[in-house]
C-alpha cells in the first residue's frame, strides 16, 4: 500500500471584498483617493518614473496611507480581520506578538505595463487589493518558491496565474515570489498592496 501526502504546502488567501457591508462606498473611496495620490504625490511620480514603473506608486514616497485618509483606515480595519484568519490557516505561532500593518501603498499601473517578478523582504504576510480592474488588466503571477531548486527535474507547472476583479483580495506569505503581467487594458489598474510584520 502506498500512499502521497502535502508537505510544505504553499496556501494563497482569497476573498472577494465586494460581499462586505459597505464596500461600493468604500471602493469608490478608494479609487477617488489613488486618483488623488497619483495626482499630487510628486516625490511617488518622481520615483516611479527614475525607476521605470509603468505608472505611479506611492511605495517609495506614501506606504502609511491608513494615517492619511479615512478609507485607507477603514481598509486596513477589514484587512486586519482577513489577515488574522490567514495566520490562523497558516499556523502561525505568535506567542506574545502579533501581525501588525506596517505598509500599504497605492498603485496605478499604465495599459500595458509590468511589475517584474518581486518578493517582500521583512515581511510575515503580503498581499493586494483591487480598486479598478479595467477588461483585459495583467494578471498577478505567483512561482512556485522550490523553482530554484529543481535542478534536473522535467518541466511542470511552475507559476499559477490569477485574474482578479474589482474587489479581490489576495494575500500570501512575503516569500512567495510575485509579479504583474503585462496586459491588454485600455485603462489603468488601481489597486493597493500592503505588509504586514510579526512584532
Known sequence: MSAIRDLFVTRLYEASLTAERGWAALGADLAD??????????????????????GYTSYASLNDLPRRATAFGELKRRLDKHAAAFARQLDFDLGGGRLA???????????????????????????????????????????????????????????????PEPGTLFMWESWLRHEVLAGAAKNPRVSLSFNYSWR
Not at 37 to 49: F, M, P, V
Request: glycine share 10%.
Open 101 to 163: 500593518l506596517d505598509s500599504l501603498w497605492a498603485s496605478v499601473l499604465k495599459p500595458g505595463a509590468a511589475h517584474s517578478g518581486h518578493i517582500h523582504p521583512h515581511s510575515v504576510l503580503s498581499g493586494t487589493v483591487y480598486v479598478t480592474v479595467p477588461s483585459g488588466a495583467g494578471a498577478l503571477r505567483l512561482e512556485d518558491p522550490r523553482l530554484p531548486l529543481m535542478m534536473a527535474a522535467p518541466p511542470r507547472q511552475s507559476f499559477v496565474t490569477l485574474t
Open 33 to 54: 483617493a489613488c486618483a488623488m495620490l497619483a495626482n499630487e504625490d510628486h516625490a511617488g511620480r518622481a520615483w516611479s518614473k527614475t525607476n521605470g514603473y509603468g
